[in-house]
Nanobody, 126 residues
């Protein structure tokens, strides 16, 4: 399974970015839940958002609720993270991840995900 993130960059506070994560390497990539995590320098990797295989269920960490939106286009095997009203504290390396199981469950620990991308850097200037 390969996950490739893109869309990161440098943006001013208050700005927006849309991250993409393209999945490949297994049949019916659209059947699996997906998640986004982030890791700031010197900090642990933190959960950001997750989405079920159909897209009907989503979950966000409190600090991004109302600002970030996770979505997916199963025809393209791609998951997105729309990030609005960005703050300097959102600066981090953002990773997407997926599981071996198709079952939807609330997974906020990195250990619950089996496959990871290489990450895309998001830097928010003040």
């Amino acid at each position: 399974v390969q996950l490739v993130e893109s869309g990161g960059g440098l943006v001013q506070a208050g700005g927006s970015l849309r991250l993409s994560c393209a999945a490949s390497g297994r049949t019916f990539s659209s059947s699996y839940p997906m998640g986004w995590f982030r890791q700031a320098p010197g900090k642990e990797r933190d959960f950001v958002a997750a989405i079920s295989s159909s897209g009907a269920s989503t979950y966000y960490t409190d600090s991004v609720k109302g600002r970030f939106t996770i979505s997916r286009d199963n025809t393209k095997n791609t998951v997105y993270l729309q990030m609005n009203s960005l703050k300097p504290e959102d600066t981090a390396l953002y990773y997407c991840a997926t599981t071996r199981t198709t079952t939807w469950a609330l997974r906020i620990s990195g250990g619950e995900y089996d496959y990871w991308g290489q990450g895309t850097q998001v830097t928010v200037s003040s």
